[in-house]
């Protein structure tokens, strides 16, 4: 009841494109859905997070979907650069006992093509 | 500004020997406190936490073990390495009682046993 899935495992996308990787969770408990980028060689860093109380929250090109309903939760990249190139894990938490005890998807490796 | 860091950051090792990561944070007090584990293609799982000197959570059961001697320093130990222990290793810090619960990552250590 404590997984994070995450898909796709590896995306290819064009320079100028859109991304998607889209996890789902079981523990309804969860309420705290962030997504990390992680470069070659470093530690992951916070891209941008939402909380359940509302479906949608936008960054600049990064954008989170959150369907309570469904359990699904989404990571676009409008206007994929090569530079987001990297890997990108959603994770969750409840945040009545910690935010920093993140369950983890398995991870996407996106590659941006020039 | 809040600095963590991580040493060291590469370290290969023989079956059976000890091992001692170290993790030290700087310009913030009464942090919370975390290791993760990073194997290829599997995320990050947690395996410590900590909430203040001397005061360790385990997540997973394993063959190592860690500790908090100082509000800001988090050590991660073993006794005898096992083959599958090897991985890349990530320790982490939140504010205490932060309402945005942003992680906060070292550069990591990369431990090859063999």
């Known amino acids: 009841q404590q997984q994070v899935k995450q898909s796709p495992q590896s995306l290819i996308v064009q320079k100028g494109g859109i991304s998607i990787i889209n996890c789902a969770y079981e523990?309804?408990?969860?309420?705290?859905f962030p997504w990390y980028q992680q470069f070659p060689g470093k530690g992951p860093a916070l891209l941008i997070a939402i909380r359940p109380d509302v479906s949608e929250k936008k960054e600049g090109r990064f954008t989170i979907s959150f369907n309570k309903s469904a359990k699904q939760f989404s990571l676009h990249i409008m206007d994929s650069q090569p530079g987001d190139s990297a890997t990108y894990f959603c994770?969750?938490?409840?945040?009545?006992?910690?935010?920093?005890?993140?369950?983890f998807g398995q991870g996407t490796i996106l590659t941006v093509h020039p | 500004s809040q600095t963590i860091h991580q040493w060291p950051a590469t370290l290969v090792q023989p079956v059976g020997s000890p091992l001692s990561l170290e993790c030290t944070v700087e310009g913030t007090s009464n942090p919370n406190l975390y290791w993760y584990r990073q194997a290829a293609g599997r995320g990050l799982q947690l395996l410590f936490y900590s909430v203040g000197i001397g005061q360790i959570s385990s997540e997973v059961p394993q063959n190592l073990s860690a500790s908090r001697p100082q509000d800001r320093q988090f050590i991660l130990s073993s006794k005898k390495l096992l083959l599958s222990d090897s991985g890349f290793y990530l320790c982490?810090?939140?504010?205490?009682?932060?309402?945005?619960?942003?992680?906060?990552f070292g550069e990591g250590s990369r431990l090859t046993v063999l």
């Open positions: 982490a810090w939140t504010r205490r009682g932060s309402n945005t619960g942003e992680l906060f």
């Open positions: 523990n309804t408990a969860f309420d705290y």
């Open positions: 994770a969750a938490s409840k945040r009545s006992t910690s935010y920093g005890k993140l369950t």
